[in-house]
């Protein structure tokens, strides 16, 4: 005896087959969106330069505490007309600076910013910048938001901690 409430559905089957690869893209999208690693930005600051000086540098750790790799693209303030990433090299015993360009940070990992090395190139100022100022610069990443950090005007590097 056939009870017509229990014969094979197969358009419902379907659908629900459908649902269930609907949803299971949503979750992938969803898990995409965090495949980005999470930028933090340590011992931010920018060195004293005399007034009206049109180039300064600005050191910084940039930590990667997301579980994925992260791609640092550049960064920009509005305190300054141009800032670009650049690292210090001896090429032939002369000390040149280089673009950066894009640079990945692994997943938990610290990439340092430091005088002699990598560099934050933050060029005309807008205005005057004293010791102890704090200076807003965004780093851009290729995925997710990237990050804010203020930067502090200093005469030193900041004490180790
Ligand atoms: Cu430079």
Partial sequence: MICGYHMPNPIGT????????????????AANATAAGRLVVERAWIRTAPPRTM????????????????????????DFGDVSLHRSAAENGVERMLPLGRFDIAPGAGVEFAPGGRHFMLMQPVRALHVGDKVKIHIDTEAGEGATAEFTLRDEPPDVH
């Fill in 55 to 78: 180039m300064l540098a600005g050191y910084a750790i940039l930590r990667n505490t997301g579980d994925a790799p992260l791609a640092v693209t550049g960064a920009q303030s509005a």
């Fill in 14 to 29: 379907n659908m629900r087959i459908l649902r269930t690869i609907g949803l299971l893209l949503a979750i992938a999208t």
